[in-house]
Structure formats: C-alpha cells, structure tokens
Antibody, heavy 121, light 107 residues
Framework: EVQLEESGGGLVQPGGSLRLSCAAS????????MYWVRQAPGRGLEYVSA????????FYANSVKGRFTISRDSSKNTLYLQMGSLRPEDMALYFC??????????????WGQGTLVTVSS | DIQMTQSPSSVSASVGDRVTITCRAS??????LAWYQQKPGKAPKLLIY???SLQTGVPSRFSGSGSGTDFTLTVSSLQPEDFATYYC?????????FGQGTRLEIK
C-alpha cells in the first residue's frame, strides 16, 4: 500500500527555519516526481515545490524561491522541504504528493495527511 | 500564471441530485486538468484526470468534460459521502495552479 507521512511542522517565529519530512512506503520515492502543496487555514491548495524523478531537477513557486529547498534521501525513502526566512503567509498545512504515472503531466494520485506550519511571534 | 476560477463557490444539494461544477482557465490548457475531492481534515483525492478520465476506484457517478478553457465536473446522483470540497487543477504549465474550491453542502 502506498503511504506518505509528513512530519516536522510546528510553531516558528517569523524569519525562522523548519525542515519538513515526508516518509514514503509501498513504493520507491526516487522513481517518482514528488511535490509539496500547501493549504492555508480555510483556504485553497497552492503548489510549493517539485523534484523530478531519478535525479530530475527541482522547481519552486515564485513565492518560496530562494527561501525553500526540496530534496530527497533515497536511502531513507524520504522527501524533505527545508524552509527558511519564514513569513506569516507561509503558515499552512503542508502536504507531500506523488505525481501519478498515468500521464506525462503532473496529477497527484497519493497524498500525505499534512503537517501544520505555524509562523507567529 | 494560469488562473483557475471555479463556480459556484458553494452549492447546496440533496442526496440523489445531479450537480455540476464549472472550472475556467485564464488561457488554453488543452485537456490538462484534474479534479480533486477534499473532506475536512483529509488530503485531497484524485477523481478525474485529463479532463474526463476517471481515476481507478472512483465511482462512475463522477464525470468530467471540457477542453481549452472551460471544464465541468458532474456528479450524476449525489451520495452522502460526496459532500465535500472540490478543486480543479491545471497541469498544462508551471506554476501548477488550483481553483479556489467549490463546497458541496447538504440541503
């Protein structure tokens, strides 16, 4: 069974840093493009970042470019999002999501339950 | 960035009703569109991809149509478990963008 489990969220002050993790099971993480998508409280879904499969490139929304870094550790089958210079508008539930192989374009067929990031002084 | 606009923002309906939700893209996205269902406190679930293809395991009462800039999601006969928020997502180009959501409520 495919499972994704996020962790690492919490309360951080503006300007602070946090590293989110997404542990995958039931499949080999490096074989898939993986994404981070966030949802501010009571709001819609927002694409944050992506990493290609098998050494593919990394991509970021303009709102996080230069502050966030996506990476993965194949030995741990885990995806990461290193977040820095955090702002109040980064406060959200962060989901990791797997790109489906049913198409060449990114649709997401598996999601974690999310980890909450709160940015407040 | 491609803007995705859903309508209505919310809709009330009864079990057994037929409901249609619309999603409009700010530019031509061919058929690179997905629909997701999200229930409170849960992750989104992929329902439709490629504008009209049903994801494995999704009931056939869900259907999608459209191409270019105008798309629809239809639930042919609402079941109690269908009351949720629905999002469209364009996969034509980065940055990927989602509609603002349509909340489907019980009348």
């Amino acid at each position: 069974e495919v499972q994704l489990e996020e962790s690492g969220g919490g309360l951080v002050q503006p300007g602070g840093s946090l590293r989110l993790s997404c542990a995958a099971s039931g499949f080999t993480l490096s074989h898939y493009a993986m994404y981070w998508v966030r949802q501010a409280p009571g709001r819609g879904l927002e694409y944050v970042s992506a990493i290609g499969s098998n050494g593919g490139g990394t991509f970021y929304a303009n709102s996080v470019k230069g502050r966030f870094t996506i990476s993965r550790d194949s030995s741990k089958n885990t995806l990461y999002l290193q977040m820095g210079s955090l702002r109040p508008e980064d406060m959200a539930l962060y989901f990791c999501a797997r790109k489906s192989t049913i198409a060449a374009v990114p649709y997401f067929d598996s999601w974690g339950q999310g980890t909450l990031v709160t940015v407040s002084s | 960035d491609i803007q995705m606009t859903q309508s209505p923002s919310s809709v009330s309906a009864s079990v057994g009703d037929r409901v249609t939700i619309t999603c409009r893209a700010s530019q031509d996205i061919s058929n690179w569109l997905a629909w997701y269902q999200q229930k409170p406190g849960k992750a989104p679930k992929l329902l439709i991809y490629g504008a009209s293809s049903l994801q494995t395991g999704v009931p056939s009462r869900f259907s999608g149509s459209g191409s270019g800039t105008d798309f629809t999601l239809t639930v042919s006969s609402l079941q109690p478990e269908d009351f949720a928020t629905y999002y469209c997502q364009q996969a034509n180009s980065f940055p990927l963008t989602f509609g603002q959501g349509t909340r489907l409520e019980i009348k």
